[in-house]
Antibody
Framework: QVQLVQSGAEVKKPGASVKVSCMGL????????MHWVRRAPGQGLEWLGW????????NYAQKFQGRVTMTRDTSISTAYMELSGLRSDDTAIYYC??????????????????WGTGTSVTVSS | DIQMTQSPSSLSVSVGDRVTIACQAS??????LNWYQQKPGEAPKLLIY???NLETGVPSRFSGSGSGTDFTFTISSLQPADIATYYC?????????FGQGTRLEIK
């Protein structure tokens, strides 16, 4: 069935960067937008942005502009999210989430219908 | 950014209870609202999309309603498997924003 498999847990020092991967299985990777969402301890869900895996186009939440970079490698059906300048409040579980919306549809909606396994990122000195 | 306010933030419930969660948007979002369920140690799961549409495979005891700024999520008869945190999410304007979550716990 459709799955998103993410890379393993990371521990980073403040100021470092982290790059999380997300491999899409059993669907056409380039057909659907991919979101990145995080959940910090004791906090709610927070959206970082999306990538269009077909074109490579991105849309980032303003809060993360300049610190986040979303890329993809279509040859291996994998999306990446890199966050730089890490701080302790970036400690969170990071999820990729496929959107039901295809990159070709003119309709406007965002339904995150398949979620990744999650990647724990801990920022600590 | 559009602020999403959920109430209550937590709820003590019993099996068989009717559970209602409210979600209010800081501005009109039409029906551009989804509901997710997240259990401890798991990824979120889409339950309701476009305010009132039940995702395929989701039990019919879950429902959603509302439009504009005020939305409601209901579980008609709570089952043990429904113990989780529930989030509303708007997509009328980017950035996508979520409510702070409503955590259900067994009374």
């Amino acid at each position: 069935q459709v799955q998103l498999v993410q890379s393993g847990a990371e521990v980073k020092k403040p100021g470092a960067s982290v790059k999380v991967s997300c491999m899409g299985l059993e669907y056409t990777f380039t057909a659907h937008y991919m979101h990145w969402v995080r959940r910090a301890p004791g906090q709610g869900l927070e959206w970082l942005g999306w990538i269009n895996p077909n074109s490579g186009g991105t849309n980032y939440a303003q809060k993360f502009q300049g610190r986040v970079t979303m890329t993809r490698d279509t040859s291996i059906s994998t999306a990446y999210m890199e966050l730089s300048g890490l701080r302790s409040d970036d400690t969170a579980i990071y999820y990729c989430a496929r959107d039901r919306r295809t990159v070709e549809t003119p309709d406007y909606y965002y339904y995150m219908d398949v979620w990744g396994t999650g990647t724990s990122v801990t920022v600590s000195s | 950014d559009i602020q999403m306010t959920q109430s209550p933030s937590s709820l003590s419930v019993s099996v068989g209870d009717r559970v209602t969660i409210a979600c209010q948007a800081s501005q009109d979002i039409r029906d551009y609202l989804n509901w997710y369920q997240q259990k401890p140690g798991e990824a979120p799961k889409l339950l309701i999309y476009a305010a009132s549409n039940l995702e395929t495979g989701v039990p019919s005891r879950f429902s959603g309603s509302g439009s504009g700024t005020d939305f409601t999520f209901t579980i008609s008869s709570l089952q043990p498997a429904d113990i989780a945190t529930y989030y509303c999410q708007q997509y009328d304007n980017l950035p996508i924003t979520f409510g702070q979550g409503t955590r259900l716990e067994i009374k």
